[in-house]
């Protein structure tokens, strides 16, 4: 399985934009981005994903770089609901596997 | 829409007795997943369905652990016996056509073992 690095954690203000990146080099061709979260005490909820164009949705953007080795996903504005774990996934078809992902902190 | 259910949401058992889990996927989704998360090794996926057939069941730990979806609406997750090192929280996902990348978790059961 290809595999994902992203930062343990990462800290951001409230409404302010966050940029949360995902470095993966070794993503195949048939290998789509996921980005999941996990709120505390509950399970992980979809967010977005893309193959090879930037992506946007009611939740984030997503932004994948033209080689497709690195990724950023992007809330516009962050409140203090957004904080989580986000995880950063790579795979195609139905099994995929969560990293560490990493810990968002939104300070008021 | 209901969400994906899970029962127990918390269990405490001793070592030695068996463990059942339930899960009652989103209506209308044909595939489901099993994970289970701790600490020191995050979130794993144990098996997955699809059409209420076990598509892969490589990340079930050992024999002990079993599943079943006997149909479309329900699936169980039972170990049996169970050990200390089981707890755990489970959850229970669901994706429409098994579309792994929009899978709807449900809020977990929480197993302790004791």
């Known amino acids: 399985d290809a595999k994902t690095t992203q930062p343990n954690s990462m800290e951001s203000n409230e409404e302010e934009p966050v940029h949360l990146p995902c470095n993966h080099s070794?993503?195949?061709?048939?290998?789509?981005i996921h980005w999941y979260r996990q709120l505390p005490s509950q399970g992980p909820e979809y967010v977005i994903h893309g193959l090879t164009s930037n992506v946007n949705n009611r939740m984030a953007s997503l932004a994948i770089a033209e080689d497709r080795k690195s990724s950023t996903l992007i809330l516009h504005r962050a409140t203090l609901r957004d904080a989580a774990v986000y995880y950063c996934?790579?795979?195609?078809?139905?099994?995929?596997?969560f990293g560490p992902g990493t810990r968002l902190s939104v300070l008021p | 829409d209901a969400g994906v259910i899970q029962s127990p949401r918390h269990e405490v058992t001793e070592m030695g007795q068996e463990v059942t889990l339930r899960c009652k996927p989103i209506?209308?989704?044909?595939?489901l997943f099993w994970y289970r998360q701790t600490m020191m090794r995050g979130l794993e996926l144990l098996i997955y369905?699809?059409?209420?057939?076990?598509?892969?069941d490589s990340g079930m730990p050992e024999d002990r652990f079993s599943a079943k979806m006997p149909n479309a609406s329900f699936s169980t997750l039972k170990i049996q016996p169970s050990e200390p090192r089981d707890s755990a929280v489970y959850f229970c996902?669901?994706?429409?056509?098994?579309?792994?990348?929009?899978?709807?978790f449900g809020p977990g059961t929480r197993l302790t073992v004791t």
């Open positions: 070794t993503i195949s061709g048939t290998d789509y």
């Open positions: 996902a669901s994706s429409l056509n098994g579309r792994a990348y929009e899978q709807y």
């Open positions: 209506s209308g989704h044909n595939s």
């Open positions: 369905f699809n059409n209420n057939v076990p598509i892969d």
């Open positions: 996934i790579l795979g195609y078809g139905q099994n995929f596997v």
